[in-house]
């Protein structure tokens, strides 16, 4: 059965959502925050340390700003649904605890020919204040949704510089560190259950997109905004590849003035990230 | 400033804790289940693998027991103290998610001249049927506050089996294992803040007790029960020295008939969980 193309531009009702400080910090940990080196980013892992004070990591205005969006997509086989793109942009510092409210809109289905790729936008604004606080844009790409004679959609260029990278982040993941992710929130068991992970064609449980996502945030947020969360703005980036838990990855970035280009790859050169875009405060 | 003696056998009122399975699921995680190979403990780690029923860990009950005591122990500096002992016994298993009401009180305060023994017991029973559920007895040391004349405790006998361990079981710790165990409610900075942990004298944050406790208790789980927590009755041991994130440890299981001895080491050889008892259903 098709989607249901009259989802689009449909508004959905506002959502309110509330983070706690151990919300933040399970997030941080989850993605890897002191991995190795426990004494490092303590402002994402701790709430007490002296003289410390605990910050959200940016990546997690990701999942603040997950609302339902305003109708059902229609009806197609969630198996066939693979996150494609993740943009989030921060109109200024998520708390480490907090509250917003949320609206979320599909803003396009697009006929990738194989399959549908379709895109929401969702605005975040401070519960309290009414402030706007995030934005985010993600996309869904859909096997076997596509050829219904559909626009292609938006393609931004993206080109990597004819130069070495100014920064190169190696960060490692654990063999477990899905376990530790889902309790964040997604707890699709393709990312932890071998037999659910079998049945989607993997040869174990693969980890989440959005913890990859995660990682590589971390990275940016040290090499770009000097570990600083209120310097970082926008993060942008293109799921190209699976990642299994604890495999490395190892993101390359290229700094030009207060914005920067990014992909993050595995040791073995596939690159997971593609197309990664960052801005901040220099 | 004493402690006041008077504190001893006074009934705390009836204190109701209740867990999700995420707290369950959090825990396992922080005692290190999955770690390393994360196809293993999946009845600990998830909710949702094909054909696997979540159970909660026999030590979470510890946490699950966990209640204030009837009267202020007196003022003391809290950075004197230590925890000592502790026990557990399980009337059935624990759910993965669920409500005790528990009633605690000072048993003893023990005279050990560099300092004083205080023990504890509580009685968890479900809150929903009152049926018993836990029997909890701990211990704590407290420096500079022994001399008073007192009585110098119970001593139980223990010695080490003349022969081989019939299991020994060893298991990694992460650098990073305090800060993802702290979530699950302790968050003495003791452990993850390098600048209060160097004024309690140690180089970098320790472990928690519990936590090693915790994962000492998936060693016999696994090496005794057959992994199942039904089969597990009960565990008790001694904190004899502390351990650094990331530092492994080696489970040493002497087995008689339905019950066990056992002790816990670094790699350096130096025993961390000291005169270890435990029982279960062969």
Redesign the interface.
């Known amino acids: 059965m098709p989607l249901d193309h009259g989802v689009v531009g449909v508004p959905s009702a506002p959502y309110e959502r509330s983070w706690t400080s ?1 919300d933040s ?2 997030y941080a ?1 989850g993605v890897g ?7 490092q980013e ?1 402002a994402f ?8 004070r605990q910050r959200a990591l940016p990546t997690f205005a990701v999942l603040a700003a997950q609302a339902p969006t305003g109708r059902k997509l229609g009806d197609f086989d969630p198996a066939m649904l693979v996150h494609a793109e993740q943009h989030f942009e921060l109109h200024r510092e998520l708390p480490a605890a907090g509250s917003v409210r949320t609206t979320s809109r599909v803003t396009g289905i697009y006929d990738k020919g194989s399959g549908a790729l379709v895109a929401t936008e969702a605005h975040a604004v401070d519960a309290a204040s009414g402030e706007p606080m995030i934005t985010s844009r993600s996309s869904v790409f859909i096997r076997g949704e596509g050829g219904f004679g559909g626009d292609r959609g938006p393609r931004e260029e993206w080109a990597e510089p004819g130069r070495a990278p100014d920064h190169v982040v190696t960060y490692a993941t ?3 560190q ?3 992710y ?2 964040s929130g997604d ?1 699709n ?1 393709l990312h ?5 992970a079998g049945r989607a064609g993997f040869p ?2 693969i980890l989440h997109g959005l913890c990859t996502y995660g990682v590589t945030g971390r990275a940016l947020l040290h090499a770009l905004a000097g570990s600083d969360p209120a310097r970082f703005t926008s993060m942008s980036g293109r799921f190209s590849s699976p990642v299994l ?1 604890g495999e490395s990855l190892t993101v390359s970035i290229w700094v030009d003035g207060a914005t920067a280009l990014f992909r993050t790859a595995k040791d073995d050169g596939t690159v997971v990230i593609d197309r990664g875009r960052a801005a901040f405060t220099p």
Chains 1, 2 share one sequence.
């Open positions: 151990k910090l399970l940990v925050a002191g991995l190795g080196d426990p004494l303590l892992t701790t709430e007490n340390s002296a003289g410390v654990r063999p477990e899905a376990l530790l889902r309790l707890r068991p932890a259950d071998p037999v659910f174990r449980p838990p």
